[in-house]
């Protein structure tokens, strides 16, 4: 079956350090989505990429979406200890809007 | 603009028990998706409902699980005999539109079968 694979599962860093985790799917997506959960939380939506090639800036985060909208990238410039917390990538069946296909997430630790 | 409500928000059940989760959807929103969590892992898709429908519950397991959405009142999911392998995290998300779209969820109900 279609799968989304997310990497790395794991990463600390120093406060102000750069961060980026990556999003690959077997197939072609029709859209990519993103969301956050801080520890004890629950996920919250975070941004939505639909076009091929598309790259979306909310402040120190960066998102982008492949050109053949099969992979997707989030870079968050240097870190803070607000950004403690897992990051799931999520995307659409191009053949089956039905439901969306989550990434296991990678969980940022940053170290003040 | 109350958003994504569920309770309760913590559950106790021993072995056996019935546990009944509900989930108000954001208002306007008419699907509702249920998740499970296991701590430190990611989410897992159970079921996809629409008003009176079910639209998808591919990773609903086969047996003690069932969720409703009806004409009237929250989403429930029941989880009818618990065993310990039931302890998670319950989560509920909502959308506006159908399928792969933007999901908002709610704050979850922690299950735990003693």
């Known amino acids: 079956g279609q799968q989304v694979m997310q990497i790395p599962q794991y990463q600390h860093v120093q406060e102000g350090e750069d961060f980026t985790t990556y999003c690959n799917s077997s197939?072609?997506?029709?859209?990519i989505q993103w969301y956050k959960q801080r520890p004890g939380g629950h996920p919250v939506f975070l941004i939505q990429l639909v076009k091929s090639g598309e790259v979306k800036k909310q402040k120190r985060l960066t998102f982008q979406f492949g050109e053949a909208k099969k992979n997707s990238s989030l870079h968050i410039t240097a870190t803070q200890t607000t950004d403690v917390g897992t990051y799931f990538c999520a995307g659409g069946n191009a053949g089956n809007n039905r439901k969306l296909i989550w990434g296991l997430g990678t969980s940022l630790a940053v170290n003040p | 603009n109350a958003g994504v409500m569920q309770n309760p928000r913590h559950l106790v059940r021993r072995r056996g028990q019935e546990a009944r989760l509900r989930c108000s959807p954001m208002?306007?929103?008419?699907?509702v998706y249920w998740y499970r969590q296991l701590p430190e892992e990611g989410l897992k898709f159970m079921v996809y409902?629409?008003?009176?429908?079910?639209?998808?519950e591919s990773g609903m397991p086969k047996e003690r699980f069932s969720a409703e959405f009806p004409k009237e009142g929250p989403s429930i999911l029941r989880i009818q005999q618990v065993v310990r392998g039931d302890s998670a995290a319950y989560f509920c998300?909502?959308?506006?539109?159908?399928?792969?779209?933007?999901?908002?969820f709610g704050p979850g109900t922690r299950l735990t079968v003693t």
């Open positions: 409902l629409q008003k009176e429908n079910i639209i998808d």
């Open positions: 998300a909502s959308s506006r539109m159908a399928g792969a779209s933007e999901q908002y």
């Open positions: 197939t072609t997506l029709s859209n």
């Open positions: 208002k306007g929103h008419s699907h």
